[in-house]
Nanobody, 123 residues
Framework: QVQLVESGGGLVQAGGSLRLSCAAS????????MGWFRQAPGKEREFVAAISWSGGRTYYADSVKGRFTISRDNAKNTVYLQMNSLKPEDTAVYYCAAGGRLIATSLSDYYYWGQGTQVTVSS
């Protein structure tokens, strides 16, 4: 069992930056692929970024590529999402999730989910 708690969300102007953190409980954190997803009002939850269990591989949605960076610190049981050059369309609740050994973009490939943190980007 893994419990995930996100933090770092907030209100920021377009062009600004935020760093989200996701703290995980459990001693098996390093065995999971970790992902970030987001859900805007009235829309389905969508994939943002994922990182392999070792941190050696990352994958991004086209909409955030070049602006967002996912990283992890297995010693701290934490995964991060650095978000730069934020746009109003990035406004959403951001969720972290723990999945299997392979990087995946589908919600169904992730087993554990956090409660989410709100990110609001004003124009």
């Amino acid at each position: 069992q893994v419990q995930l708690v996100e933090s770092g969300g907030g209100l920021v102007q377009a062009g600004g930056s935020l760093r989200l953190s996701c703290a995980a409980s459990g001693r098996t954190f390093s065995s999971y692929t970790m992902g970030w997803f987001r859900q805007a009002p009235g829309k389905e939850r969508e994939f943002v970024a994922a990182i392999s269990w070792s941190g050696g591989r990352t994958y991004y949605a086209d909409s955030v590529k070049g602006r967002f960076t996912i990283s992890r610190d297995n010693a701290k049981n934490t995964v991060y999402l650095q978000m730069n050059s934020l746009k109003p369309e990035d406004t959403a609740v951001y969720y972290c999730a723990a999945g299997g050994r392979l990087i995946a973009t589908s919600l169904s490939d992730y087993y554990y989910w956090g409660q989410g943190t709100q990110v609001t980007v004003s124009s």
